[in-house]
């Protein structure tokens, strides 16, 4: 069964609170998003595997250890998972990015696709999908499904803010992929946003509104 991580560390909270108010600007979101990414990133690749390796120190011969087998892939949902990018390919410089378009129709809120583009390899990788907002779910569900259509077996997803309903849809429909959350809100209004959330997460990091 999947599982649901909130990684609810003091700096992240911290961080998140000025995320969510209004009178934050693009540059200052943009960038708190990264910090926060950052830190969760820490958490989300925490049981990457490892293997031995023998090096040799200044000092004498050692085995020390490096990450083995499958390699990473970085998939951000377009728009707004591309501020949750960045700070992955930090902490992994070596990994695959690959982008999902997909975009709420505003009358249904269901997920309408709009763009795939996935590394050759990436059914062998394990693959971050990011997106900060889970608030139907319909979106990360949909961006899994076209994951796995495409032969990917080990996928996480890493969110900024979601809510249960969100959590339960993603979980029904794909029960082998573990959620990160730094916040877990209390529910949807009756446009589909996320309460009390933080507003239109790509409209905030692009300054499109
Ligand atoms: C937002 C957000 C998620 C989606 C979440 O994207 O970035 O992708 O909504 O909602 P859901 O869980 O109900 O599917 P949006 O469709 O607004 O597109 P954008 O990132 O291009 O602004
Ligand atoms: N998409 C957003 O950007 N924000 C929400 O609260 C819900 C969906």
Known sequence: MSEL?????????????????TETGSKDFRQLLDEISLLMGYEVTRDLPLEDINIET????????????????????????LGMMNSLLE????????FIGLYRDPVTHEPVEYYCKLPEDVDKRIVILVDPMLATGGSSRDAITML????????????????PEGVKTVQDAHPDVDIYLAALDEKLNENKYIVPGLGDAGDRIFGTK
Do not use: E, F, W, Y
Request: charged fraction near 20%; proline fraction near 6%.
């Open 5 to 21: 991580h909130v990684i609810n560390h003091p700096l992240i909270q911290h961080k998140l609170t000025l995320m969510r108010q």
């Open 58 to 81: 200044p000092i004498c011969k050692m085995v020390g250890k490096q990450i083995s087998g499958m390699k990473l892939a970085v998939v951000p949902i377009l728009r707004a998972g």
């Open 91 to 98: 902490l992994v410089p070596v990994a695959k990015v690959g």
């Open 148 to 163: 796995k259509d495409r032969g990917c077996k080990n996928i996480k997803l890493m969110c900024l803010v979601g809510v």
